[in-house]
């Protein structure tokens, strides 16, 4: 396993020709190179040239090779970790090298509803583009599931801060919806938080659970966009939105396709103080 992370740290040098910056991210998933590749060529445009980024394979590997290689470096450099549930619990850092996406993960970036409309436009050749919005309601759509997502991911939030082996995200969206309109099931959303809830009081009782609780919905609450924020896109509102473009247009895109577009045309104004994270020689 160190091997592979060595081989992948290194492996930045063999394109140095083609990069004036080294990104080291954590997805190594099929088509997350080019995503995100698209994502800070166009936030470092003008400025640095990105043509590749350096997958690591996990947070923790990510850390860590930029805790040991940044004394070193000898180009401009950046390592990006997702916000995960350690944002939600205000326990995340940005340093010179160190980049904590403001999100959840990278997909959240993919949420933005212009680009959306553009693409569920390329994505009907017959049905106009204001019918298409009106069809899709975005809008619509955000009202009825952020506040029970919002909701589920704060008790995530205190499930990953006091009892860590309780199963979170890697609950499957499949199991929180009863339909093909990309909206959940707002009984079983309910039946899961009871199900976290009950979880993390058998552990911790009920007066650690209510600070905990407390302490977060506070933070979550007074948070612009904490639906978008603090939700996993890859986990829960991309599996939605994807299952509602399909419906909407009938499109066989594969999924990584349709990420990858929005990738090249969502606002990415969230993550534009990147840049004053990147590492100098």
Same mark, same amino acid.
């Given at each position: ?105 990278? *997909?959240?970036?993919?949420? %933005? !509803?212009?680009?959306? &409309?553009?693409?569920?436009? =390329?994505?009907? +050749?017959?049905? /106009? ?72 009081? *058998?552990?911790?009782?009920? %007066? !650690?659970?209510?600070? &905990?609780?407390?302490?977060? =919905?506070?933070? +979550?609450?007074? /948070? ?58």
């Amino acid at each position: 396993m160190e091997r592979n992370l060595l081989a992948r740290s290194a492996k930045s040098v063999f394109f140095e020709e083609f990069n004036d910056i080294d990104i080291f991210i954590e997805d190594t998933a099929v088509g997350y190179e080019k995503l995100f590749m698209e994502l800070f060529s166009r936030v470092f445009a003008g400025t640095y040239r990105v043509s590749n980024v350096f997958p690591l394979g996990s947070r923790g590997a990510v850390i860590t090779e930029c805790d040991q290689n940044l004394p070193n470096i000898k180009r401009p450099t950046l390592y990006v970790v997702d916000g995960d549930l350690h944002l939600i619990n205000q326990n995340t850092e940005n340093r010179p090298g160190l980049y904590t996406l403001p999100y959840y993960c990278v *997909e959240n970036l993919l949420v %933005d !509803e212009n680009a959306i &409309h553009s693409l569920i436009n =390329e994505e009907s +050749a017959l049905i /106009s583009r204001e019918d298409l919005i009106d069809l899709f309601d975005y809008r619509g759509w955000v009202i009825n599931n952020s506040e029970a997502l919002t909701d589920l991911f704060i008790d995530y939030g205190v499930a990953f801060s006091t009892c860590p082996s309780i199963q979170t995200v890697a609950f499957d969206i499949s199991n929180l919806v009863s339909s093909n309109t990309g909206d959940v099931d707002h009984i079983k959303v309910a039946a899961r938080k009871r199900a976290i809830t009950d979880a993390i009081i *058998e552990r911790i009782g009920a %007066d !650690e659970y209510n600070l &905990h609780r407390t302490r977060i =919905e506070a933070f +979550a609450c007074n /948070s612009e966009d904490a639906f978008l924020k603090f939700v996993s896109a890859k986990d829960y509102i991309l599996p939605l939105l994807l299952m509602r473009i399909r419906r909407t247009t009938s499109t066989k895109a594969p999924n990584v396709n349709i990420k990858l577009r929005l990738a090249m045309i969502c606002n990415l104004t969230g993550i534009a103080d990147s840049t004053q994270y990147v590492a100098n020689a």
